[in-house]
């Protein structure tokens, strides 16, 4: 077995980004309960994800949603403020992926994300790391979607059981595991991660 392309997650893997305290912390910045904002945020962001609605107006979506609940005004602008400002670059991933990319390795994002991507790429210029950079907004699936992980598949040019996909969230991992791709849960421990590169032989030097 040879591993050609290593696929990197965005938030929570190549960006700073924790589901778990993500709407908490969220809440409360915006002053409203995280529940609510998380169930603000989620009502809609599959859609948003596919690119049916944009960033903007999923957020007026959100911001509706949240008034019509608790009479609380909350501008768009200021939860695209918010939101924007949670990520932050995972430099310990940016260094293993420059790595892997100069040792000879196909490195790919695989996200799920609203047209806020663009904006965070505007500032960070994080696609010039990939040579593949795959954004749900983009092509109008998400994971873990099934055709998502095939449209990876054929865009990189390998067979699953060449490709190495690093996530977050069990569920995404699961369903890449389906399609025969080698994949690795990321919960926070870079050693442990470069631990199960070792294991698939992946170069890391």
């Known amino acids: 077995m040879i591993i050609k392309t290593i696929v990197f997650d965005l938030g929570g ?6 589901h778990h305290t993500w709407f908490h912390k969220a809440g409360k910045l915006l002053k409203i309960d995280g529940k609510l904002f998380r169930e603000a945020y989620v009502a ?3 859609k948003a994800h596919k690119g049916h609605i944009t960033a903007q107006e999923h957020l007026k979506r959100m911001s509706k949603f949240i008034e019509q609940e608790t009479g ?4 768009p602008t200021k939860m695209y403020k918010t939101m924007f400002n949670f990520f932050k670059p995972m430099k310990k991933m940016w260094s293993l992926a420059k790595k892997l990319k100069k040792n000879g390795y196909t490195i790919a994002l695989f996200s799920n994300h609203t047209s806020m991507i663009h904006d965070l790429n505007k500032k960070w210029k994080f696609f010039e790391h990939f040579h593949y950079p795959i954004v749900s907004v983009d092509v109008g699936m998400e994971k873990p979607e099934q055709k998502f992980y095939r449209y990876l598949i054929k865009q990189v040019k390998c067979k699953p059981k060449e490709i190495v996909f690093i996530d977050d969230i069990e569920v995404n991992v699961t369903a890449g595991r ?3 791709i080698h994949c690795i849960q990321f919960t926070g421990n870079f050693e442990y991660l470069l631990k199960e590169l070792k294991k698939l032989d992946v170069n890391i030097a």
């Not at 893997?13 to 924790?18: A, C, D, E, H, L």
């Not at 609380?72 to 501008?75: D, E, N, T, Y």
Request: aromatic share 18%; with cysteine.
């Open 72 to 75: 609380k005004k909350i501008a």
């Open 178 to 180: 389906k399609v025969g």
């Open 44 to 46: 809609e962001c599959s």
């Open 13 to 18: 893997v190549y960006f700073q980004w924790s």
